[in-house]
């Protein structure tokens, strides 16, 4: 049974850090790109961070500069570090696994949310 299990949301003020994980089961890790979506209210879902099985990464250009993605292969958790946080990253943040051959292996995580506000 695959699971994509997220932590780290939270109400936090503009300017601040957050720190999201999620650990995956149920996959063979090492094998999937990982990324990190976003869907606010009334919006739909939007790519935010990904990051490649070789460590490849790209971002949004909303967040570059503030968000990084990263991995660890041994504990299969991938992370987004999100700084300089506005109201508008106020979002229920996903977790999705999508493997790099056979991409209709397709997995998301059930969310996070983060509330920037003061």
Known sequence: ???????????????GSLRL??????????????????QAPGKQRELVAVITSGGTTNYADSVKGRFI???????????????????DDTAVYYCNAVHEVVTWLTYWGQGTQVTVSS
């Open 69 to 87: 993605i990263s991995r660890d292969n041994r504990k299969n958790t991938v992370d987004l570090q999100m700084n300089s946080l506005r109201p």
């Open 21 to 38: 994980s999620c650990a995956a089961s149920g996959i063979n890790f090492s094998s999937y790109k990982m990324a990190w979506y976003r």
């Open 1 to 15: 049974q695959v699971q994509l299990v997220e932590s780290g949301g939270g109400l936090v003020q503009p300017g």
